[in-house]
């Protein structure tokens, strides 16, 4: 989809729809209709984000038949703060609810980004019933990684033309690959998203926690990455298999190149390919 403001473009679009969440709501926005036999297909963002974390994928899965699902989730963008915590652990409960509240008894097709796949993992170890399949995006805490591969700037305190060049710094460190992309739509929607985080203090990134959870994950389950993701750099080529190592029903690993963490954004194309392939393949998986 082009056009010069994408934001506005799909917000006018979408449907909304809330679920509730601690004082507040989960704020969910709706693209495309339900079709008979397919699941709804709900995407979750990473930390300091938002649902435009895919703004550069919506129409591409609405055009392929889909109808989209995707929550600001507990702490960020529209939405509440979780009613306790401040880490992925914390949206489970009022995720599980809302889904419950959404779809009754009908699984969805489950994608996570980053800190929402990391969400996904322990949502879906709960909640088995919840999805019938699992796409892990650029998802941390595999325990593969010895220390830290970067560090971000801090930002609040500065005056706001440090503020840009630090948030800058920081879309280069973490999330894109591709130096070209940080001004323009990416940087717009990064300072949006940041402003309104609301979920300080997060650490479970940085531990094992998905690894654990992903064996008590018994559908299919995906992962995508960006060849080049700043979260684990030359420990990529270990990630595999350590998803195959603590994965029940592993259906397939895919590294997408010129990308870095942000991979959806970054090569939108071959992330649509990847994913709507994940998809098919995991649906052919339960139905085989």
């Known amino acids: ?54 703004v550069r994928n919506i129409g591409d899965l609405v055009a392929a038949g889909r109808e989209v699902w995707i929550p600001d989730l507990p702490g960020f963008g529209d939405s509440a703060a979780p009613p306790a915590g401040s880490d992925a652990d914390a949206l489970v409960a009022p995720l599980a609810e809302g889904l419950r509240m959404l779809f009754g008894p009908r699984p969805c097709d489950l994608v996570g980004f980053s800190f929402g796949g990391m969400t996904a993992g322990l949502l879906l170890a709960e909640h088995p019933e919840l999805a019938r399949q699992l796409v892990l995006v650029g998802a941390p805490a595999m325990g593969v990684v010895p220390q830290r591969q970067f560090e971000l700037k801090a930002w609040r305190h500065l005056p706001p033309a440090q503020q840009m060049e630090a948030h800058r710094y920081n879309l280069g460190a973490l999330m894109l690959q ?19 985080d609301r979920m300080p203090r997060r650490r479970l990134a940085h531990t094992d926690i998905l690894a654990r959870s992903l064996s008590r994950v018994a559908c299919p389950v995906h992962a995508i990455y960006g060849q080049g993701d700043a979260l684990y750099k030359e420990w990529i080529t270990a990630l595999e298999s350590a998803y195959a190592a603590v994965t029940p029903d592993l259906q397939g690993f895919t590294l997408i190149a010129d990308a870095g963490h942000w991979v959806q954004f970054e090569q939108p194309e071959a992330f649509r390919q990847a994913l709507l392939a994940a998809l098919a393949q995991g649906a052919r998986r339960l139905q085989g």
């Open 178 to 196: 591709d130096p070209a992309l940080i001004d323009g739509l990416a940087l717009d929607l990064h300072v949006a998203n940041v402003v309104r």
């Open 1 to 54: 989809m082009v056009t010069a403001d994408p934001v506005a473009a799909l917000e006018g679009q979408a449907r909304r729809e809330t679920t509730p969440c601690g004082e507040g709501d989960t704020v969910w926005h709706v693209w495309g209709d339900a079709r008979a036999g397919e699941p709804p297909l709900v995407l979750l963002h990473g930390g300091s984000g938002s649902w435009t974390h895919w």
